[in-house]
């Protein structure tokens, strides 16, 4: 039971630090994309740091063990990752923030998280038999980690992670965004 509840609860903890944060705001989101509100990327930056530290203590400490790395795809990932930014610069919304503007009640985040769930579900059901085998024959990496691909210590990747997040949050603090009326 616990192995369900855990999760669901770490869910309803997120989802309500994103509401309280103001990150189901569209301006916010859309602020990323214009450069004039970096509050979400500050945000996840933060989740990430704390993810990855907890994470690799708890590995280190033996309570938990990850599982079987998948496969890396370098195509693969850009061209996910770049058909995901464009859907999430086109609504306004990420996935996180649609689950939890869902659970706000907004109308406008269920018909947008439901339309691209469907819109990437079909589009990955219909083209994955003809587009993947071509795009995991470029650049596949096997199943690797950063750590193993760099030849060190998992530490040492954290450490970097932690310190590359704070020089990028000096940067964002001190580098002169634009402002403007929507990210208000």
Do not use: W
Not at 120 to 129: I, N, P, S, V
């Amino acid at each position: 039971m616990s192995t369900y509840l855990s999760p669901i609860l770490l869910g309803i903890v997120f989802g309500f630090v994103l509401v309280k944060g103001g990150l189901t705001k569209y301006g916010n989101i859309v602020g990323v994309f214009r450069f004039t509100n970096l509050t979400v990327i500050k945000f996840m930056m933060t989740a990430l740091v704390v993810s990855m530290i907890g994470l690799y203590t708890l590995q280190t400490s033996g309570s938990i063990q990850f599982p079987n790395i998948p496969g890396t795809y370098i195509l693969g990932n850009l061209f996910g990752g770049l058909i995901f930014g464009v859907g999430m610069a086109l609504a306004g919304y990420c996935p996180g923030t649609v689950v939890a503007g869902a659970g706000e009640g907004k109308l406008d985040y269920l018909l947008s998280g439901l339309g691209g769930l469907l819109t990437g579900a079909l589009l990955f059901g219909f083209t994955y038999k003809s587009v993947f085998p071509p795009i995991a024959k470029v650049a596949n990496l096997g199943n690797v980690t950063l750590p193993t691909l760099l030849g060190v210590h998992p530490l040492l990747v954290v450490a970097l992670f932690v310190v590359l997040t704070l020089l990028l949050f000096y940067f964002l603090e001190n580098g002169g965004k634009r402002k403007d009326k929507l990210s208000e």
